[in-house]
């Protein structure tokens, strides 16, 4: 990544984190108030859409082998699915890469599924391309299990090489 893209990422960044706090407040305070009004309609509706993905889930990836499924490494991240469909992914070290950004949705019940793509940069700071994870979550009761696959491309946009993961996450809460 050159400077002037890590510099407008950045910046991008340091806005959409200046604006996420009144954002997340207002979003909650809707889902509150719709909660309310659909309590007061049907209470089967409310326990129906209890089980929600959304919220701040701390997580432990583990890459896997694809074909044996044998671990290769573990670390900690942190996913926030947000009402609406976006959701971002962290990683404990931003040194090599950006935070994940990317899209969810429901495919029925308890299951979801997400996308997200970050930019990678070698140790000296020059761009390394990005990567493309595709998830799909089983959300059972305050556990998300995860199985994703995942895509390197290089700068140009090239296909280098793919891997697998699986992820186990406790939701974040007061």
Request: proline share 3%; aromatic share 8%.
């Amino acid at each position: 990544m050159n400077k002037k893209t890590q510099t407008i990422f950045v910046a991008v960044f340091a806005i959409m984190l200046t604006l996420s706090p009144g954002l997340l407040t207002a979003a909650g305070q809707k889902k509150e108030i719709n909660q309310k009004n659909i309590a007061a309609k049907s209470p089967n509706l409310l326990e129906e859409n209890a089980n929600q993905i959304i919220g701040t889930w701390f997580a432990t990836v583990s890459m896997r082998n694809c074909q044996t499924n044998e671990v290769l490494r573990s670390f900690p991240v942190l996913n926030t699915f947000q009402q609406g469909g976006t959701m971002m992914e962290t990683s404990r070290s931003l040194a090599n890469r950006s935070p994940g950004l990317g899209v969810w949705e429901r495919i029925s019940g308890n299951t979801y599924k997400s996308i997200f793509i970050f930019f990678r940069s070698n140790p000296d700071g020059t761009d390394n391309g990005y990567q493309k994870v595709k998830r799909q979550h089983m959300l059972d009761g305050k556990t998300l299990t995860t199985v994703a696959t995942f895509e390197n491309f290089n700068p140009q946009g090239v296909l280098t090489s793919t891997g697998c993961a699986t992820e186990t996450a406790t939701r974040v809460v007061e």
